[in-house]
């Protein structure tokens, strides 16, 4: 069974950091683009970061640029998501998805999702 588990999320005060892990079981992340995905309450889904399959290209929302990093290990098959400068408008659920080939989106272009780790940014 192909699956998604995100983990690491939690309660930062304003100026925080936060490591997202996306591990996937069932299939090896070689072969798959991964995106992150976040939505608040009240509001749609948002990408915010993306990798290709290789790792060598990344994407950005101009909301998080030059705050959150996307990397993957694929020995360990899995992606991460560093969340530094955190924002109290960064407060949502965080979601990985995947989709097999090489290019990574922002948009809803995935196949296989998460059920999403909570992110909250209070002091």
């Known amino acids: 069974q192909l699956q998604l588990v995100e983990s690491g999320g939690g309660l930062v005060q304003p100026g925080g950091s936060l490591r997202l892990s996306c591990a996937a079981s069932g299939f090896t992340l070689d072969y798959y683009a991964i995106g992150w995905f976040r939505q608040a309450p009240g509001k749609e889904r948002e990408g915010v970061s993306c990798?290709?399959?290789?790792?060598?290209?990344?994407g950005y929302a101009d909301s998080v640029k030059g705050r959150f990093t996307i990397s993957r290990d694929n020995a360990k098959n899995t992606v991460y998501l560093q969340m530094n400068s955190l924002k109290p408008e960064d407060t949502a659920v965080y979601y990985c998805a995947a989709r097999r080939g090489s290019s990574c989106f922002l948009e809803e272009l995935y196949d296989y999702w998460g059920q999403g780790t909570q992110v909250t940014v209070s002091s």
């Open positions: 990798i290709r399959s290789s790792g060598g290209s990344t």
